[in-house]
């Protein structure tokens, strides 16, 4: 039971326990929204939506109620297959929050999350768009359906298949710090050379110091003899 109750003992400042707690409270509050968002995305039917606009709100078949139908078409109605992210976005959320990261610390790798989400529901509408149903989730929801389309139209499915990867390079390269000098090192095996020259030019520079130390030394020893 001690492991589940935390009890301060007196030593404890007021401070910390309270930081403790909101940490709790924040970390709890977002895994109870990500368990949702599981539930309400999982039971998704795109029915739901109709009946909603057609006041039918006693027809909602998604496990969330109003609500989770309301979110699933959010998320699965504007992003596809993509929209199930939401629910690790929420999941990361409240690890942050139990750890007592701030959001703003972390505010690079979000933005670099949000967009690669984007630019999958892209990529889901330019690869398998004509072999789904209009309906699938695969089809990159609204934002594949138009913007998707438009970019196929404009570029043809091969370039705008490499126009979106060449936005997801960058993306990774903003936020993620990805090193394409470093990756293109190791496929044609360059890294290892530049390090072997660095450690041989560090002996050398080693050696350097060494035989100027032992000049000083003899240097110092024929004054004293003399």
């Known amino acids: 039971m001690g492991m589940l109750f935390y009890r301060p003992s007196k030593d404890t400042s007021e401070t910390f326990v309270h930081d403790r707690t909101i940490r709790e409270i924040k970390g709890s509050l977002y895994t109870l929204l990500a368990l949702f968002l599981l539930v309400a995305l999982t039971s998704y039917i795109p029915r739901d939506t109709f009946n909603i606009l057609n006041g039918r709100i006693d027809h909602i078949n998604n496990m969330g109620g109003i609500v989770g139908a309301v979110l699933s078409e959010l998320f699965l109605g504007t992003l596809g297959i993509m929209g199930y992210s939401s629910i690790l976005l929420a999941g990361w959320f409240s690890l942050l929050a139990f750890r007592g990261e701030p959001f703003k610390s972390h505010w690079l790798s979000m933005l670099g ?13 330019l690869i398998w768009g004509v072999k789904v149903a209009e309906v699938s989730l695969l089809q990159g929801g609204l934002i594949g359906r138009y913007v998707g389309s438009a970019l196929e139209g404009l570029f043809n ?15 990774l390269i903003f936020t993620a710090h990805l090193s394409m000098l470093g990756f293109t090192r190791r496929i044609f095996g360059e890294e290892e050379e530049v390090e072997k020259r660095g450690r041989e030019e560090e002996e050398k520079h080693k050696e350097k110091e060494e035989k100027e130390r032992e000049e000083d030394v003899e240097k110092s020893g024929k004054c004293i003899v003399i």
């Open 157 to 171: 499915t091969t370039g705008a298949l490499i126009l979106v990867v060449g936005a997801f390079i960058i993306t």
């Open 113 to 125: 999350f949000i967009i690669s989400t984007f630019l999958g529901s892209l990529g889901c509408r």
